[in-house]
């Protein structure tokens, strides 16, 4: 079976981002600093992002939206729980985005999750 891989360079690269990210910052930063320095590679890099994206009239607020194709989710905390899973897909679901990143900078090495937008 082969599967297919969502905007496997664009993604990589953002991927790689977040990387240089963790490198440079390390693991006990808050969301908000990782957030600032993504912010800036993104700009270096010439992508196009929203930053606190809203969700409609829900109240819910992406932490960016890239290229309107890809959500790009942050979190410092101690363990990636199922809730945070729920949510991505909740993002998707409202937004119609096809893929999310879930990248969570507190782990000893980064492990971004890729969550695809399940099909009603």
Do not use: W
């Not at 912010?39 to 309107?68: A, H, M």
């Not at 809730?83 to 969570?104: A, C, F, P, W």
């Amino acid at each position: 079976m082969k599967t297919k891989v969502l905007y496997p360079e664009f993604s990589y690269k953002i991927v790689g981002i977040c990387f240089g990210v963790h490198n440079e910052l390390g693991r006990f930063q808050r969301e908000k600093q990782y957030s600032n320095l993504i912010e800036t590679k993104l700009k270096e890099n010439g992508i196009n992002y929203q930053r606190e994206y809203p969700i409609s009239d829900s109240g819910n607020v992406v932490d960016f939206l890239v290229e309107q194709k890809i959500i790009l989710e942050l979190k410092a905390t101690s363990a990636i729980t199922k809730d945070h899973y729920r949510q991505m897909q909740r993002y998707l679901q409202s937004t119609r985005i096809e893929l999310g990143l879930l990248v969570n900078f507190r782990n000893k090495y980064l492990a971004p999750k890729r969550i695809l937008r399940i099909s009603k």
